[in-house]
């Protein structure tokens, strides 16, 4: 192998030894740089922020030598995102740990700073938990699990009917793998599956696990069969606040919202306001307009509500299935094959 370019990468946030071990066997021209004692320590399993300490001084200054010679990132540095694309020069591929960075991209003008570099999604990685959160809230709230906490907190004995899945019409507004991976569920429970992406030119539903598949322009048409409606979509202009006062009055009384795309797709006033109408009987929340959700939000007190701290996506085998992403488009990296999941700095997703 004397002679043939090597490949240096950076792993920029915490990963477990194994995971690291199984990078470093992908091909021998790939030199892989895992300091654990300069990144940020995990708050729980998964974590790619990790707990917010800053670096010595000379710990610093060794993280940014080491920045200075890597040609491929493993996540984005977020303890220097601000002059990234100065500390990290020779980048050419940043594997980001998230499906969502579109927003981030744009907002630090990564596309515009970092022209020969590539931005990967995690795209997909999540779509398990993601999906097995969506299945909870529509079996929460069908089976009245909020009830039976307030029955069992109260040590109150009294039977009440709830109702069934069966036949019951969920629409997914997204359908990219987190979506598929909804409906798939859905589908499970015998329910009935519209779909709704961006174009659907030439998209078989069945292909998507769905009966029906729209494009995102007949969103208000679909609204006043949404029993369940599911947001799994990125938050872009065409998205940012596509669910508002309107669009709640489209939907039929007693109907549940689920979002687990991005708190930026949902008008949160209005939303609180048909929660408190009946409009919606109930919301399952994984993400919201400001992070982490104020204190003083009434949304945290609203009997009719689930309130997760934007964890709904993360799972002890996360890791595990973005080494495997990572792993296989390193080898196409190498090749000089496409990667999976190229950011489009257009579409933001």
């Known amino acids: 192998m004397s002679g043939t370019p090597r490949l240096t990468v950076l792993i920029a946030s915490y990963l477990e030894p194994e995971h690291v071990e199984r990078i470093r066997q992908v091909d ?15 708050r729980y399993a998964a974590d790619h922020n990790g707990v917010p300490v800053p670096r010595a001084p000379e710990d610093e200054a060794r993280w940014r030598t080491l920045l200075a010679k890597a040609d491929v990132l493993f996540d984005f540095d977020y303890t220097n995102d601000a002059d990234l694309p100065e500390l990290a020069p020779r980048v050419r591929w940043i594997q980001a740990s998230s ?23 995690a795209r ?3 779509a398990v938990p993601l999906a097995e959160f969506c299945a909870l809230a529509m079996l929460s709230f069908s089976r009245g699990l909020f009830r039976m906490h307030e029955l069992q907190g109260s040590r109150h004995w009294e039977r009440f009917a709830g109702t069934d899945l069966v036949g019951r019409t969920v629409v997914i507004f997204g359908h990219g793998a987190i979506g598929r991976e909804v409906a798939r569920l859905a589908r499970a429970f015998g329910m009935k599956v519209i779909g709704v992406k961006r174009s659907v030119e030439g998209e078989a539903p069945a292909a998507h696990h769905v009966d029906e598949l729209h494009p995102a322009s007949a969103l208000s ?18 998205t940012e606040r596509v669910l508002g006062a309107r669009e709640f009055a489209l939907l039929p009384a007693g109907s549940v919202l689920i979002n687990i795309g991005r708190g930026a797709l949902v008008d949160e006033e209005a939303m609180i306001e048909a ?18 959700l104020p204190k003083e939000s009434p949304l ?6 689930l309130v997760s701290p934007h964890s709904a996506s993360t799972s ?11 792993c296989e488009n390193l080898e196409s990296f190498l090749a000089g094959r496409p990667l999976k999941n190229v950011l489009d700095v257009e579409r933001l997703y």
Do not use: C
Request: proline share 9%; net charge positive.
């Open 28 to 42: 021998p021209r790939v030199d892989v740089i895992y300091e654990p004692d300069l990144l940020r320590k995990p």
């Open 275 to 292: 929660l408190r109408s009946g409009r919606l009987r109930g919301a399952a929340l994984d993400v919201f307009a400001t992070e982490p």
């Open 316 to 326: 002890d085998r996360e890791n595990g299935r973005l080494t495997a992403l990572f």
């Open 300 to 305: 945290w007190a609203m009997p009719n509500v």
């Open 124 to 126: 997909g990685v999540h």
């Open 99 to 121: 499906a969502g960075i579109g927003q981030f991209v744009a907002r630090r003008r990564y596309h515009e700073r970092m022209k020969n570099t590539i931005f990967t999604t």
């Open 221 to 238: 048409a679909l609204l006043p069969r949404a029993e369940f409606l599911v947001l799994a979509a990125p938050h872009t202009p065409q």
